[in-house]
Every structure is written in C-alpha cells, then in structure tokens.
C-alpha cells in the first residue's frame, strides 16, 4: 500500500501496520490492521520476528507477522486512512524492495524474499 507521511513529505510504500490497542495482542493487532487497512483477512498467520527500531530511546516493538490465504474481509476499510493498495508481483519483489525506504517493510519484503 501506499500512503503520505508528512513528516518526510512524500508518499511511501508500506505493509499493513499499525499500533496495538490496550489489551490487544500483538496478532490481534496485525489482524486488525489487515482488515481496517486493506480490507483483507487470512487464512494462516506466523509471527516472524519481533525487533526493536528505536531502541536507544524507546521500547517500541514491532511485532512481523506474514498472512497467506489471503481473502476479502466483511470489515470495512477505516475511511480517515489515505492509503493506495499497491499490487505487486512476487516476481518482481526486488523492485518492491527498491521502491521503499520504510524500515518495517524492507524488513518484512527481505524476510519475503529469503523465504521464497
């Protein structure tokens, strides 16, 4: 997907993501996002490694999931999110990776491409 950061001042190419909500696990979350932001459920979930981006000055952790079986959800996607879903073939998953500068997703699509 695509979406605008302000705070950098253009338009980046991420994964789903998003911010736990109070309670929620790390899976639910992920499961959410998924949903809210691209209007997508999946049939199998793996948790693939969990990091910490900023650690020398906060205990932020993003948690990575990879979803397959992948299908429409009931959930509406949220409307105050701008976001662009971007289809990108596998085949082509290098020129994805060259396409973004988000930490997250280069973790997420390298992670992709040693799987594959």
Same mark, same amino acid.
């Given at each position: ?12 190419? #991420? ?16 499961? &959410?996002?998924?949903? #809210? ?8 979930? !793996?948790?693939? !490694? *969990?990091? !910490? ?6 205990? #932020?952790?993003? !948690?990575?999931?990879?979803? *397959? ?43 992709? &491409?040693?799987?594959?």
């Amino acid at each position: 997907m695509r979406q605008p950061r302000e705070a950098i001042l253009q338009y980046t190419l #991420e994964i789903p993501a998003g911010k736990l909500d109070p309670g929620e696990s790390p899976l639910e979350s992920a499961k &959410r996002e998924l949903a #809210e932001e691209i209007g997508r459920e999946a049939d199998d979930w !793996h948790e693939v !490694h *969990t990091y !910490h981006p900023t650690s020398g000055y906060s205990d #932020e952790a993003m !948690h990575l999931f990879a979803a *397959t079986g992948l299908r429409a959800s009931d959930v509406e996607p949220d409307p105050g999110e701008r976001i662009e879903i971007v289809r990108w073939p596998l085949a082509d998953l290098d020129a994805a990776i060259a396409a973004t500068d988000d930490a997250k997703t280069l973790i997420g699509l390298q992670w992709l &491409r040693s799987a594959l």
